[in-house]
C-alpha cells in the first residue's frame, strides 16, 4: 500500500482519530513549550550566546502556537493532561542537570535528544498530516534542524573535554524519551502513523548528530543500538 492511499483512507473527522490527535497535538504543544523554557535556562547558563539562545526560545514558543491551530483547525482542544505527566521526568533531568552545573546534559538534553525526536515525530508525522498541519509542520521542521545544530556545534568544540558526560547523559535520558512512545503507541497508531517508523527515524537523526559532534560512526552505532535493544526488552 503506497503512502497516498493511505493519507486518502484516514478520516480526520472521525471521534477515534480526534481522540487521539487531542492527545498528541497536547504532547506537541506541551513539548514545544517545554523547549521554549529549556532555551530560555540555557540563555541564563550560556551568557556569552544569550541572544541565539532566546531566539531560539521565541521559535519554539511561536510552534506551540501553530500547533494549538492544527488542533483548532480540526475543532478539538488539545488535552495535555498526559503530556505534562510523560515529559515531566526529563524536564526533571534537565533541571537536575543545571542544579549540578551540568551545562554538558542540559545541552544533550534540549539540542540532541528533544530536537532529535522532534525530527523524528515530525518526519514521521507529514505524510499523515491534514493539509492544514502539513505546512505548518514541514516550516517546524525545517526550524527544528537550527536547534539541533546550535548543541551539535558547541559540543563538537569541546568534543575531547566532554565525550564521557555526552555518553553518561544519552545512556540515562534516551531510554525516558523512548518510553514516551510506549505509552503514546495507540495514539500514534490511531492518527496513521507508525510507532516503528518513528523510532527508525529517531536512531537515523541520532546517528548524524552524534557523528557531527564529534563520535566515530561505529561508537555512536554502538551507543544507540545497546538503547534499542534496551528499549525493545523493556517493551
Ligand atoms: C522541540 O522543538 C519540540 C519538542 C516536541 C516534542 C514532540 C513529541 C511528539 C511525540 C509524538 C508526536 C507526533 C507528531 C504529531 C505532530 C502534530
Ligand atoms: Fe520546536
Ligand atoms: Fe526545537
Redesign the pocket.
Known sequence: MTKTSEIKEIDFSSNSYLDAYSR??G??IV??G??DRHFRHLARLFPADSEELLRLGAM?AR?AKD?VG?GRNLGIKADVSLAHKLLAPLHQQFIEAEKKYDFVSCLVIQCLI??C??IA??R??LPV?DSY?NQI?KYVLND?FE?LNYGEKWLKDRFGQVADEVEMCIRKAVPVTMN?LSI?HPD?KAVG?DPGELVAEFAVCFQESLEQVGFLPKNAQKIIRSLMVAQMLAA
Open positions: 498528541i497535538n504532547m506537541v513539548g514545544e517545554l523547549a519554539e510552534h500547533f492544527c528533544i530536537e525526536f522532534a515525530a515530525y514521521t508525522y498530516a498541519a509542520t527544528e536547534h514516551l503514546l500514534l502513523m
